[in-house]
């Protein structure tokens, strides 16, 4: 059971002041993106009603500590069928920022970070790599981008990250 | 000549080939080309048997003329069957001619050109607005001090909040320039009696006790007595700034301890008496609107038991008028509606008076929040602009039926599931709005004896019947008829203004439709027949069954009930039906029995559309289902019919409003004697068809024959 008393009432807008959280509160719980939704269809647990309703009732904590926030696969299916208009994906970004912004990012997310800073890639160019490359005729690539790290730098993400 | 029956065959143009009848010295067989263009010199006495084509064409033609129809073209001709058949038909129409009594014409006289209109809310102020512009005299009465109804109570109309005067002052002023209307506040009906063009009308003046006022408003502030009304405080003296411009005592909070009338310039009498008064009209407009569903029968929302838990109007009342500052509010919607136990119908526009309050909130403190719960939003047509704007406002919106309303530290908790997220919520709150659904008026319709259906006087809103079903000269207008808006409410009161004039136009007005006659040495005084009589046609007279002849429609449902026979409808007379049958009935054939206004039109369709059905299918035309006995059915089976077909209009559409549903009661209890009797009770069945659903005639027909 929810005990109301717990929830926020200024989360909704908190989310409709960030980009892509306009929409939310246009919502009438149809749950057409729901059923639109691939990744529901492998795996029910998640669910963008419930993602867009908990956030309109105010229930920051399950909404941003819940794992499944982080499932979607943004085909923009949902965005496609919504009858009132609500750009749904970009709605779940908007979430998904705000909940990084509060410290609730996942691990996987943090690590990527990490590479991207250390290499300016998702994932290291090893000796290995390198041999296959000349072996098909391939110029050699750098194991490193330091540029990545520069533009990363000027971003807000570090900071959002408290790094 | 004049005991001669005539037949007259029509021969559609030399289309149908009826070889020549020999039906006996006492009848006379000429043929026509086509009857429905030439018409061949009638007397008004004779009896006549027309067999053409449809008779919905040529019982137009043939209004004045004592004659029975026997459809030769749609059924026969058209759909090849033979000769013989239309024969078999003629003889039995013969039959049922012979003893039959002929449809006379009634005239009735509009005696007064007068309306009453009862209840003085928008609905009755715009229908006495219309009628007396259109030069009839009106009596408009309210029961209340002063006119308005319930939009003089709301603080604001939906969907933008406009104020509620800029709707109603208009209306109220427009009836300063009426001329011959009378309106009568503080007033109530009593007594009803005559019939359409001829009502005598008593009414009871309840005292006011200001006199003459100047409107100085002195009273007031002595007045040591104050009064809840619905939400907003007042003293049981008091003013409504509609009509008549003048203050009124609320006697019923009154302790008549006399300061007013110290004060008072004018004159203030706390000892006037109820005075009677009466009137004659030619017709009634019922305008007496809608009445809260009494929201403490639904315990578990807490009302009067709970503080802080109130009714839409009283709510709107205590915000508008500053003395309740929400901070957070919960608007339970469906309180009591939609509810086996409570109000089985949905009353239509409590959803946006839920979600008016829910705007007036958020619109006095943005601050506030606000929930709404409902099982569904039903905010109809353009309406749904409303709905969307809240939710932009940032109102919570949350799907389920609350369980029950709590207090709990002090503030009430509202404990409901949400669909929405499936989870259980409790939503704890300082107001409970409740927003429950609309009961009509039981009293002025009881004084009129019309029966309702779901507390509302019409059985289905969208059947497009309504007022249709009251007896002719009573109308309804607005909320009455069922809860509606402000809009809906003036439109619905032009359009009973309109129905009204129709009827008051005429000085005369004739009808020729089928009535009903009671046979008084068969009549047992058992009065059946009253209870039955969808129109209140029937009442007792020196201890006698009188049928009002203005008010009965013919549909022969009292001649069934009836367990003497006493009743009888003139062109559908028991024997002459017994006689028809009787005729026409052989071994093995199927009889269909069909009402003149769906199913037989769909035995013509059938015909129109190329659709065949067995030659063994003998029809009869009846003026609607209820109106057929068991007697027909028994004989028809004696008379070795394999079976009998009773088609009727779907359950919303019956032209006598409830025959059907009768015909049903009737089928149902025949074929379970029919089993215990040791036969197949299928061989009775009473099916909806629909006027064009030839096919599913033919498919039953088909299927019966088996």
């Not at chain 1, 963008?48 to 926030?69: E, H, N």
């Not at chain 2, 009445?291 to 009283?314: A, C, F, S």
């Not at chain 2, 009002?548 to 009743?567: H, W």
Request: charged share 25%; glycine share 8%; proline share 4%.
């Amino acid at each position: 059971m929810i005990d109301l008393r717990k929830s926020d009432p200024q989360f909704k807008w908190e989310i409709v002041k960030k980009e892509g959280g306009e929409g939310l509160l246009k919502c009438f719980g149809c749950s057409d993106c729901a059923a639109s939704c691939p990744v529901r269809y492998f795996d029910e647990r998640y669910n963008p009603r419930k993602i867009i309703r908990f956030t309109l009732l105010g229930m920051k904590d399950v909404v941003l500590k819940s794992p499944f926030l982080w499932f979607c696969a943004h085909c923009h299916a949902c965005t496609e069928r919504c009858p009132q208009g609500i750009r749904v994906a970009e709605l779940i970004n908007a979430i998904k920022n705000y909940a990084v912004e509060q410290g609730y990012c996942p691990e996987g997310y943090k690590m990527q970070i990490d590479l991207l800073m250390k290499m300016g890639r998702l994932y290291e160019v090893e000796d290995f790599d390198l041999k296959k490359r000349q072996r098909l005729g391939l110029p050699p690539i750098d194991k490193t981008i330091p540029e990545v790290a520069k533009i990363l730098e000027s971003t807000n993400i570090l900071k959002v990250l408290k790094k | 000549m004049n005991n001669k029956i005539r037949v007259l065959v029509c021969n559609c143009h030399n289309s149908v080939k009826i070889p020549e009848l020999d039906l006996g010295a006492d009848v006379v067989v000429e043929r026509h080309d086509n009857l429905c263009n030439v018409r061949p010199q009638i007397s008004g006495e004779e009896k006549i048997v027309i067999a053409g084509c449809s008779p919905n064409l040529l019982e137009g033609i043939y209004l004045d003329v004592n004659a029975e129809f026997v459809n030769i073209i749609e059924h026969v001709a058209m759909i090849g069957h033979p000769a013989e058949k239309a024969k078999c038909m003629i003889i039995a129409a013969i039959e049922k001619i012979k003893e039959t009594e002929p449809i006379k014409k009634k005239i009735f006289e509009v005696k007064h050109k007068k309306a009453l209109v009862i209840g003085g809310g928008i609905a009755g102020i715009e229908v006495a607005f219309q009628l007396s512009k259109n030069g009839v005299g009106v009596t408009l009465v309210e029961k209340n001090p002063f006119l308005g109804g319930t939009v003089a109570k709301l603080d604001r109309l939906y969907p933008e909040g406009t104020p509620y005067s800029h709707t109603l002052m208009p209306l109220i002023n427009n009836l300063e320039s009426c001329k011959d209307l009378e309106r009568r506040v503080n007033t109530t009906v009593t007594e009803v009696k005559g019939r359409p063009g001829d009502y005598h009308i008593v009414l009871s003046t309840s005292p006011r006790g200001v006199t003459e006022c100047i409107n100085c408003g002195k009273c007031v502030d002595v007045c040591p007595v104050e009064v809840d009304d619905d939400g907003k405080k007042r003293k049981a003296i008091y003013y409504v700034p509609t009509y008549p411009d003048c203050y009124a005592i609320d006697f019923e909070t009154c302790t008549k301890c006399g300061e007013c009338v110290k004060v008072c310039p004018g004159k203030i009498d706390l000892n006037e008496k109820n005075k009677e008064s009466e009137t004659n009209v030619g017709a009634i407009v019922v305008a007496t609107g809608l009445n809260w569903y009494d929201i403490n029968k639904v315990e578990e929302y807490g009302y009067g038991r709970l503080e802080g838990v109130m009714k839409t109007l009283e709510f709107e009342r205590a915000v508008a008028s500053g003395t309740l500052h929400p901070k957070k509010v919960a608007i339970i919607y469906c309180a009591g509606s939609r509810d086996s136990n409570h109000l089985p119908y949905c009353s239509k526009i409590c959803c946006l008076l839920g979600l008016k309050e829910a705007k007036l909130v958020k619109d006095r403190f943005p601050e506030a929040e606000v929930y709404v719960i409902a099982m569904d939003m039903r905010s109809y047509g353009t309406f749904e602009y409303l709905y969307n704007k809240l939710r932009d406002k940032g109102v919570s919106f949350i799907k389920g039926k609350p369980s029950e309303v709590f207090k709990r530290n002090g503030s009430l908790v509202v404990r409901t599931e949400d669909l929405y997220t499936n989870e259980l919520l409790e939503i704890d709150v300082d107001s409970v709005v409740l927003s429950s659904g609309f009961v009509a008026d039981k009293g002025t319709f009881d004084k009129l004896n019309i029966k309702l259906n779901n507390d509302f006087p019409i059985l289905f809103e969208n059947a497009g019947l309504g007022s249709h079903e009251l007896p002719r000269g009573i109308f309804t207008a607005g909320a009455a008829t069922f809860p509606s808006g402000v809009a809906e409410t003036l439109i619905d009161a032009r359009k009973a203004s309109h129905s009204a004039l129709n009827l008051l136009r005429e000085d005369r007005i004739e009808t020729r439709l089928p009535q009903a006659k009671i046979d008084d040495d068969q009549c047992s005084l058992c009065r059946m027949c009253i209870g039955t009589c969808p129109y209140n046609a029937i009442s007792i007279v020196d201890d006698k069954i009188k049928i009002n002849e203005e008010l009965c429609m013919g549909c022969g449902i009292c001649s069934v009930t009836c367990p003497s026979y006493a009743s009888q409808l003139e062109g559908w007379n028991h024997r002459g039906l017994y006689q028809q049958i009787r005729a026409l009935v052989g071994q093995g054939d199927l009889l269909a029995i069909m009402c003149r206004w769906s199913a037989y039109n769909a035995t013509e369709r059938a015909a129109q559309d190329k659709l065949s059905y067995a030659e063994n299918v003998k029809i009869v035309r009846v003026p609607c289902t209820g109106a057929v006995d068991p007697s027909h059915v028994m004989l028809a089976l004696n008379k070795g019919a394999r079976g009998v077909l009773i088609g009727g209009c779907y359950p919303d559409a019956c032209h006598y409003a409830r025959g059907n549903f009768r015909a049903k009661a009737r089928e149902s209890i025949l074929r379970m004697n029919l089993e215990s009797l040791g036969m197949d009770k299928n061989r009775v069945r009473l099916e909806w068809i629909g006027k064009d659903e030839a096919k599913k005639f033919v498919e039953i027909a088909k299927e019966m024959n088996k």
